[in-house]
C-alpha cells in the first residue's frame, strides 16, 4: 500500500520533473520526509503517550528544485488515530510544489491477550490469559486492559493463543438456565415482592430473560440481577 501511495505522490508532482533542475539545486529529500516525520509525531504526542512514527521514504528518481521558503507540511484532516496515515510537505518559493508522504504510526499498550488456545463457550480463567504490549492502531474494536474483567466470562469463538481480546469476542457467562427454577424479584417503589419463576432461557448478568411466573402462569420478562435472581420493575 505504501509503495502505491508513493506513487499517487509521484504522479501528483509529475509537472515537477519536466523543469529543468540542476544536481546542486535540488531539494533533499530527507530533510522532506523529516518535516513530514516532526509533523506527525508532534501531531500523535498532543493524543497519546510514547507514540512511534515510522515515515515510508520518497522515490529516490523525485527531483524537486529546493525550497527556499522553507518546507511546511501539514495534513487534510486531523490525526487523531494510530495506524496508516497521510501527510503532505509544500514549498511556497521559487516554485511551488506539494509531496504527499504515507506514515505509521504506532502506540503500544499494555492489553490482555489469550494465553493458550481456547474453544468456544469456555470460561476463562486467569491461566488462558497474559497481558502483552499490542499497537492499538491494528484494534479497530478496541482491547481490554485489565485480566480481572475478562476471568469468568465466556469467548463466543475459539481463540487461538496470542489472539488480543476484544469485547466482541466474549459474552458474560450464564447464571440463569432455560427451565431453571429462579426467584422474580418484582419493585414497585420501596415496596418488593418474590416470587418463583421459570427461566425461559438461558441468560447472564444484565440480560433480559423471559420467565414464567408460577404463582399467576404469567410470563414477564426482567433482568438478571445475579445468579438465579430475575428482577422486574411493577
Same mark, same amino acid.
Given at each position: ?26 531539494? =533533499? ?12 509525531? @508532534?501531531?500523535? %504526542? ?18 524537486? %528544485? ?28 521559487? +516554485? @511551488?510544489?506539494? +509531496? ?15 494465553? &493458550? ?27 481490554? /486492559?485489565?485480566? /480481572?474483567?475478562? +476471568? ?8 487461538? $493463543? ?13 447464571? +440463569?438456565?432455560?427451565?431453571? =427454577? ?5 419493585? /414497585? ?5 418474590? $416470587? %418463583?419463576?421459570?427461566?425461559? @432461557? ?7 430473560? &423471559? ?14 440481577? =445475579? ?6 420493575? $411493577?
Amino acid at each position: 500500500m505504501y509503495k502505491f501511495l508513493s506513487n499517487i505522490s509521484l504522479a501528483l508532482c509529475v509537472n515537477l520533473l519536466t523543469f529543468s533542475v540542476h544536481a546542486d539545486n535540488l531539494q =533533499s529529500l530527507a530533510d522532506v520526509e523529516h518535516t513530514a516525520f516532526i509533523y506527525t509525531l @508532534a501531531q500523535a %504526542q498532543t493524543r497519546f503517550n510514547n507514540p512511534q512514527v515510522s515515515v515510508t521514504p520518497l522515490d529516490s528518481r523525485l527531483r524537486l %528544485q529546493h525550497c527556499e521558503g522553507g518546507l511546511e507540511a501539514f495534513s487534510n484532516r486531523d490525526i487523531t488515530a494510530a495506524g496508516n496515515v497521510t501527510v503532505g510537505v509544500r514549498c511556497h518559493q521559487p +516554485v @511551488a510544489w506539494t +509531496v504527499y508522504l504515507p506514515l505509521q504510526i504506532k502506540v503500544m499498550q499494555p492489553m490482555v491477550v489469550i494465553a &493458550r488456545p481456547v474453544s468456544a463457550n469456555h470460561v476463562l480463567t486467569e491461566q488462558d490469559l497474559r497481558i502483552e504490549q499490542r499497537d492499538i492502531g491494528n484494534l479497530r474494536q478496541g482491547y481490554m /486492559a485489565n485480566i /480481572a474483567a475478562v +476471568v469468568g466470562q465466556q469467548a463466543k469463538y475459539s481463540l487461538g $493463543m496470542g489472539t488480543v481480546i476484544q469485547k466482541n469476542h466474549l459474552r458474560p457467562l450464564n447464571v +440463569v438456565k432455560r427451565g431453571e =427454577s429462579i426467584v422474580l424479584v418484582a419493585s /414497585a417503589g420501596t415496596m418488593e415482592v418474590r $416470587m %418463583q419463576g421459570t427461566a425461559m @432461557a438461558d441468560a447472564g448478568i444484565g440480560d433480559r430473560v &423471559r420467565v414464567r411466573n408460577l404463582s399467576s402462569d404469567r410470563v414477564v420478562e426482567g433482568v438478571v440481577d =445475579s445468579p438465579g435472581v430475575v428482577r422486574v420493575t $411493577m
